[in-house]
């Protein structure tokens, strides 16, 4: 008699469909925050002379493709290690602002801009992650055009405004967001503000966001599901994450 088994039936439909994989590759040279090393690498042992190959890798926990934990701008909440599981599987909607971020790098993704985009495509739904297609990801890994500094030294670079995540989050109730670019702010906003003042808002959600995400341009604008899935280091504000999604 052969057995039946629901999940393993599940898993082979889940697996016919495509898989997008929104996690950068990373190294000692890509771009990230200013205020971070890079990373260091070195190898311990090898196959040649050890039998195996091990290496040893220095990065700061907010480093490529990445996942903040609420404690990472909020004091007393909670820690990456203490996010459920559940949290890290979740719908995905995907905005796509790409048009409006090529003709300005300093664009600002606000409520109406939401607005207009729902009276389009319908409501965002509840407890869903919702991404910031900006395309900006195409620009990696060169430092120089990722960072897009002005003679001044000033970075210029899209972001979420903050009356967009009190909407997504106070009325339409979503659970995380994400974005292509190293801050949930617009680099003008953060010039303007002295403080990242989008992110220390959604974090203070008690929720997590993914940063610096790729290939959302592989995605529709609903229908997939997110996956971000980390290490589990104790105490830790964030990690590298490998982010993915599977598309009908």
Same mark, same amino acid.
Request: include cysteine; hydrophobic fraction near 40%; glycine fraction near 6%.
């Given at each position: 008699?052969?057995?039946?088994?629901?999940?393993?039936?599940?898993?082979?439909?889940?697996?016919?469909?495509?898989?997008?994989?929104?996690?950068?590759?990373? +190294?000692?040279?890509?771009?990230?925050?200013? /205020?971070?090393?890079?990373?260091?690498?070195?190898?311990?042992?090898? =196959?040649?002379?050890?039998?195996?190959?091990?290496?040893?890798?220095?990065?700061?926990?907010?480093?490529? *493709?990445?996942?903040?934990?609420?404690? &990472?701008?909020?004091? &007393?909440?909670?820690?990456? &290690?203490?996010?459920?599981?559940?949290?890290?599987?979740?719908?995905?909607?995907?905005? #796509?602002?790409?048009?409006?971020?090529?003709?300005?790098?300093?664009?600002?993704? *606000?409520?109406?801009?939401?607005?207009?985009?729902?009276?389009?495509?319908?409501?965002?739904?509840?407890?869903?992650? =919702?991404?910031?297609?900006?395309?900006?990801?195409?620009?990696?890994?060169?430092?120089?055009?990722?960072?897009?500094?002005?003679?001044?030294?000033?970075? &210029?670079?899209?972001?979420?405004?903050?009356?967009?995540?009190?909407?997504?989050?106070?009325?339409?109730?979503?659970?995380?967001?994400?974005?292509?670019?190293?801050?949930?702010?617009?680099?003008?906003?953060?010039?303007?503000?002295?403080?990242?003042?989008?992110?220390?808002?959604?974090?203070?959600? #008690?929720?997590?966001?993914? /940063?610096?995400?790729?290939?959302?341009?592989?995605?529709?604008?609903?229908?997939?599901?997110?996956? *971000?899935?980390?290490?589990?280091?104790? +105490?830790?504000?964030?990690?590298?994450?490998?982010?993915?999604?599977?598309?009908?």
């Amino acid at each position: 008699m052969r057995m039946s088994y629901p999940l393993w039936k599940q898993l082979e439909e889940l697996k016919s469909a495509t898989w997008v994989d929104l996690t950068h590759t990373f +190294d000692e040279t890509i771009p990230c925050f200013s /205020e971070f090393e890079r990373a260091q690498v070195s190898t311990l042992f090898n =196959v040649a002379d050890d039998g195996f190959y091990v290496q040893n890798w220095n990065v700061v926990s907010q480093y490529g *493709t990445h996942i903040d934990a609420p404690i &990472h701008f909020v004091e &007393h909440t909670r820690y990456l &290690h203490e996010l459920n599981l559940k949290e890290l599987a979740l719908p995905l909607v995907v905005l #796509d602002f790409s048009q409006s971020v090529k003709a300005n790098s300093d664009f600002i993704l *606000t409520r109406r801009h939401i607005e207009q985009w729902e009276a389009d495509n319908g409501p965002i739904e509840q407890g869903t992650f =919702v991404a910031f297609r900006s395309d900006w990801s195409k620009r990696w890994p060169n430092i120089e055009a990722f960072e897009n500094k002005d003679d001044a030294g000033a970075l &210029h670079l899209p972001g979420w405004g903050l009356d967009a995540l009190k909407y997504l989050f106070e009325e339409r109730h979503v659970k995380a967001i994400g974005h292509e670019t190293f801050d949930t702010d617009a680099s003008i906003d953060v010039a303007k503000n002295g403080d990242i003042i989008g992110e220390r808002y959604v974090l203070g959600q #008690d929720t997590f966001q993914v /940063e610096l995400l790729t290939n959302l341009d592989q995605l529709p604008s609903r229908g997939a599901i997110i996956y *971000t899935i980390s290490p589990k280091p104790k +105490d830790a504000p964030g990690f590298p994450v490998r982010a993915f999604a599977i598309k009908p």
